[in-house]
């Protein structure tokens, strides 16, 4: 999948913490959308956001992978930073 022009770059939403029944849990360290894309430090979509849950100063976040592939623990995964103008109506 290619990334949008419009993107700034990547953000980093944490660390792989576990894989668990074929889901990604991540340490979270920002909070993403459910549905966001995640991607690797190569900006490939490794999967989507599906869950947040843990308490608010130490939560996790659960993500499904779209590829078969494997996970490194403390491999830190990102969001995209969303251009601003982007949000404007014209």
Known sequence: MKVSKRARGLKRIGKIWAVVEGKLVIK???LPKLGDMVYNSGMEVVGVV???FGPV???FIEVNPTKNVEFKREEPLYVLEEDKMEK???
């Open 50 to 52: 599906s869950g947040i």
């Open 28 to 30: 979270g360290e920002i």
């Open 57 to 59: 100063d130490n939560f």
């Open 88 to 90: 404007r109506i014209p």
